[in-house]
């Protein structure tokens, strides 16, 4: 087995997205190619209603997939097709843009008025781009819950870890997206397919991944107490973006280290990119805003 080192550490900056919703981003509108397939990661967290009740209303997607992942307060949303739903604590929402699709996404905190969730975009290859929207909502409740026997826990959102498939299904870049929590003080290897990119995303706890010789604090929630005030330090959030290998090793800090671990094989298209629109060249990205100014936009009913 060989350990992936450590490409780059990259700390989130703080961004405003939809109709004034404050958040953090650890990755997105710059290089490609080292998260490829992925597009950007935004952390959505707050225990002040006033920065993130706005929301994002009525906005464009195409020729991507969202994957939204809550695990505080709750998502209202829907859709130019009619869709409608709402995801709470724990839940995620894989959606497919594909050809394109208007939606919304209304944050609510919880009943202390804490708001948090991810937010991770998808490329998808040219031969899929105009394919048909689609949903996959899947319930707290239907993700696999695995605890190993030195106390890690791992829940599988999408992809296969551990003997345990993830709910998430018939996604073109058949990635790996994993929540998982290392205890206090332990050390942990994990495996993930070289041909893979893959990046680690911490947002509880503290700890070390290999070539990184300090433990990176995060201090947000208390990892053993979910329950407790946040103590929210945007500065402080750290991704791992990891170079090529078969697994990564992680040492946990005295709170334990929670952390998103995103894996995908690399689609290496050209990008063509405006906003919430993501083509292969600059004549299909002119052909959708196009679209979307005289009413054409969505293809699919």
């Not at 097709?81 to 594909?98: E, H, I, P, R, Y």
């Not at 993830?166 to 942990?188: M, N, Q, T």
Request: proline share 7%; hydrophobic share 40%; charged share 25%.
């Amino acid at each position: 087995m060989s350990l992936r080192p450590v490409r780059q550490m990259i700390h989130t900056q703080p961004a405003i997205e939809g109709a004034g919703v404050k958040l953090q981003r650890a990755f997105g509108f710059g290089k490609t190619r080292d998260f490829d397939p992925f597009l950007l990661l935004d952390d959505f967290r707050n225990d002040n209603p006033a920065d993130y009740l706005a929301g994002f209303p009525w906005h464009p997607h195409r020729g991507i997939e969202t994957i939204t992942y809550v695990l505080a307060g709750s998502v209202e949303h829907g859709d130019s097709l009619g869709n409608k739903g709402k995801m709470t604590a724990g839940d995620v929402q894989w959606m497919t843009a594909g050809s394109g699709i208007l939606h919304q996404e209304m944050p609510k905190g919880d009943a202390q008025g804490r708001m948090h969730g991810f937010q991770l975009w998808a490329n998808l290859p040219a031969h899929l781009k105009m394919t048909d929207p689609r949903y996959q909502d899947i319930p707290s409740s239907a993700i696999p819950e695995i605890t190993d026997d030195d106390g890690t826990q791992v829940r599988v959102i999408c992809g296969e870890f551990w003997g345990r498939k993830g709910p998430v299904e018939g996604v073109a870049a058949d990635p790996s997206y994993l929540d998982i929590f290392v205890p206090a003080g332990k050390r942990k290897r994990l495996a993930i397919e070289t041909a893979r990119n893959a990046f680690a995303y911490v947002f509880a706890g503290s700890g070390a991944f290999r070539d990184a010789s300090d433990p990176r604090a995060v201090l947000t929630e208390n990892v053993s107490k979910p329950d407790a005030p946040a103590s929210y330090d945007a500065k402080n959030h750290s991704l791992v973006l990891f170079d090529r290998g078969d697994e990564i090793s992680v040492h946990a800090g005295p709170q334990g280290i929670r952390f998103l671990l995103v894996s995908g094989r690399p689609i290496e298209e050209p990008v063509a990119w405006y906003g919430p629109i993501v083509m292969n060249t600059q004549a299909e990205l002119r052909e959708a805003i196009s679209e979307l100014q005289d009413g054409t936009f969505i293809r699919h009913r």
